[in-house]
C-alpha cells in the first residue's frame, strides 16, 4: 500500500491568487497523478508527473494554469494559478501500487 | 468518446436490506474497472480491481461482477458503516483512468 498526504487540507483563497498543494507519499514512485473532483461531479485527471521529466497534461488542462513540481520520487507539488471561483474543487494527489491506485485526503479548496 | 455511468445517483436502504449498484461503460478497450469507496472529506479508497467479463470479487459484504458492458457492485445486508460513496473507474489505456460520478449510499439503521 501507499500512504499519502496532501497539504493543506483546505484553503479559502481570493480570486486572481495562487495556492501551491503539496503531496508527499511514504515511498517512491514512479508517476504521480493530480485529479480535480468538482462537487457533485467525478474524478478528473488533470495530468501525469514523472520525476524528472515535465508532466503531462490531460485535455482542458494547461501548465501556465496548473504547474507541477516533481523534484523527488517521494514529492510533487500542483499550483492551481490566478484562482477564479471555477476552480473551487478537491484536489486529489494519486500513485499505483501495481493494480491498485491511492489517493491523498484532498485539498479542498474554495475561491471567492 | 470513453463514457462512465454510474445508477443510481443516490439509494437509501434499510440496514440489512441489500441491493445492487450499477456502473456501464463505453470504451474503446479495457485494461481493468475499478471500485473505490469516497468518505466524506477523504479520498477515495480502492476496493477492487475486475479484468474480464465473467470475473468476480468479494470483499465482506460486497461483490463486484463484470461483464462486456457493465459491473456491478452488490451489497449484501448493509451495515450503516457501509454508508459512502461508491466510485467505479475503467482504465481504457495505461494509466488513462476515466470516473464515474458515482452513487451515494445510505444506510439506515
Known amino acids: 500500500s501507499a500512504v499519502i498526504s496532501q497539504k493543506p487540507s483546505r484553503d479559502i483563497c481570493q480570486r486572481g491568487t495562487s495556492l501551491t498543494i503539496q503531496c508527499q507519499v511514504d515511498s517512491q514512485v514512479t508517476m504521480m497523478f493530480w485529479y480535480r473532483q468538482q462537487p457533485g461531479q467525478s474524478l478528473t485527471l488533470i495530468a501525469t508527473?514523472?520525476?524528472?521529466?515535465?508532466?503531462?497534461?490531460e485535455s482542458g488542462f494547461v501548465i501556465d494554469k496548473f504547474p507541477i513540481s516533481r523534484p523527488n520520487l517521494t514529492f510533487s507539488t500542483l499550483t492551481v494559478s490566478n484562482m477564479s471561483p471555477e476552480d473551487s474543487s478537491i484536489y486529489l494527489c494519486?500513485?499505483?501500487?501495481?493494480?491498485?491506485?491511492?489517493f491523498g485526503p484532498g485539498t479542498r479548496l474554495t475561491v471567492l | 468518446e470513453d463514457q462512465v455511468t454510474q445508477s443510481p445517483e443516490a439509494l437509501r436502504l434499510q440496514e440489512g436490506e441489500s441491493s445492487s449498484l450499477n456502473c456501464s461503460y463505453t470504451?474503446?478497450?479495457?485494461?481493468?474497472l475499478f471500485w473505490y469507496r469516497q468518505d466524506p472529506g477523504k479520498g477515495p479508497e480502492f476496493l477492487f480491481t475486475?479484468?474480464?467479463a465473467g470475473e468476480e470479487k468479494e470483499k465482506e459484504r460486497l461483490k463486484a461482477t463484470l461483464t462486456k458492458k457493465e459491473s456491478f457492485l452488490h451489497i449484501t445486508a448493509p451495515k450503516p458503516e457501509d454508508s459512502a460513496t461508491y466510485l467505479c473507474a475503467v482504465e481504457p489505456a495505461l494509466n488513462d483512468m476515466r470516473f464515474g460520478a458515482g452513487t451515494r449510499l445510505t444506510v439506515k439503521p
Open positions: 475486475l479484468y474480464s
Open positions: 494519486s500513485v499505483n501500487n501495481g493494480p491498485e491506485q491511492f
Open positions: 508527473a514523472n520525476q524528472g521529466s515535465e508532466a503531462t497534461y
Open positions: 470504451v474503446s478497450g479495457l485494461r481493468g
